[in-house]
């Protein structure tokens, strides 16, 4: 487990959505999953992908249950949502000291970065309010080899084709923000503040892109092909 | 930019694959070819040629080169360890030697002015893209929150046209969003603060 941890210390951030925290002494990585409960091919998994951008066992990931996906996403929103995204409004919205010198300067970012916030939000909680319920319904009624007709009434018209549109969206304007106080805001009066902002950008961007990979090339195939076995018409009726 | 391609000429798996990420960091376009025999360098068409100094044949080079034969060959170059063969350049056979025990800043840097003549080592930064007037102006509309359609009509230019200029204008500024693009216009005074919606 530590030899995780030097190898990518960013990966503690992806522990903690596993409930894993820090201290775990000299166990191994099947140590710290059993104790757990955690499933231990899954967890190998996802951090090896999250590690090597080239290793993604799309086919592998997709073999695991729906729910063990959806929590572990679930997750990840919540990070986003609790420290991520405050930790970095904390930094942008000047609490800790104003990063230019010309009040328009960190107008202008505070409002972007807002505007970023709102999306994201809004985003986050369709999944999690929608998304993934409606996910572990069509899972329910595929395991117990039932038909669509079963799925509750609020999900009638639903179907998980609909969802995939609204990433794009959000993942460009994040790599703008960055792009405007890399290139385009002036030199920034307090560099150590701004430094801090783009180091959370980037490591938000790099978490977001992995995590936008499972749900795009895992999460949404694999409800997509349980509709098909419950035969659910993608098209609208 | 003009493509150069390179052919590598070792046994070693590790001289192969080590020029071969040199070369990638370099961001080289063109193609790198291989082979594990001298026969190639006469009909190789590549530009630079690697040659593994360490080959057995090597002395045969040379005897072809003292009969003048090398006279419009590619640029040869010698690869080496820590030798410094003196006869190497001397000979007039190869224009550059490479030695690989030096540090990689070492290596990409002659490998640098070894081919400075065909490319520049960092692409990015050479390119400078700047928007032109009528960039300029389709972005100011753009910030300002006026749709394609509206665009084309205050123009009078098609639809077509302002979805091409949209985007050279985000693939010169590096910005994809509505949003990021009214930022920009007002840091660069293109609109005014006031103004946005």
Known sequence: ?237 | MRKINFLIITESFVYKTGLRFLLEEMSVTGKIHYSEDLSQIEKSNADYIFVDTGLPDVQDLYKQVRSGHAEGWPVLIALTHHRKDKNLLSSGLFRHSLDLSQPKSEILHSLVEITKNNFSPNKASVREEKLSEREKSILRFVALGYTNKEIAEKLFISMHTVITHRKNITRKLGIKTVSGLTVYAILNQLIDMNSMG
Do not use: W
């Open chain 1, 1 to 237: 487990m530590v030899d995780l941890v030097h190898k990518n210390h960013v990966l503690i951030s992806v522990f903690s959505r596993f409930g894993i925290s820090l201290g775990f002494g000299d166990k191994t990585i099947r140590e710290v999953c059993e104790e757990r409960g955690i499933d231990l091919q899954f967890f190998l998994e996802i951090v090896n992908s999250f590690l090597d951008y080239d290793y993604f066992p799309r086919e592998q990931l997709k073999s695991f249950p729906i729910r063990l996906i959806v929590d572990y996403l679930t997750k990840t929103h919540h990070e986003y949502l609790e420290k991520t995204i405050p930790e970095i409004e904390s930094v942008i919205s000047g609490r800790e000291g104003i990063c230019y010198g010309d009040k328009e300067h960190n107008y202008l970012l505070n409002t972007f970065f807002q505007e970023y916030k709102d999306e994201l939000i809004t985003h986050i909680k369709k999944e999690d309010e929608q998304v993934f319920p409606y996910a572990l319904e069509v899972e329910q009624c595929y395991l117990q080899k039932k038909t669509a007709e079963n799925l509750p009434d609020t999900f009638r018209n639903y179907t998980i084709s609909r969802y995939l549109q609204e990433h794009d969206d959000i993942e460009e304007k994040l790599f703008d923000l960055k792009n405007i106080i890399i290139k385009y805001l002036p030199p920034p009066k307090n560099p150590r503040l701004c430094y801090q902002v783009i180091v959370l950008l980037f490591n938000l961007e790099k978490d977001m892109n992995d995590h936008s990979r499972i749900e795009e090339k895992v999460f949404v195939p694999k409800v997509a092909m349980m509709e098909k076995v419950i035969g659910r018409k993608n098209s609208r009726q």
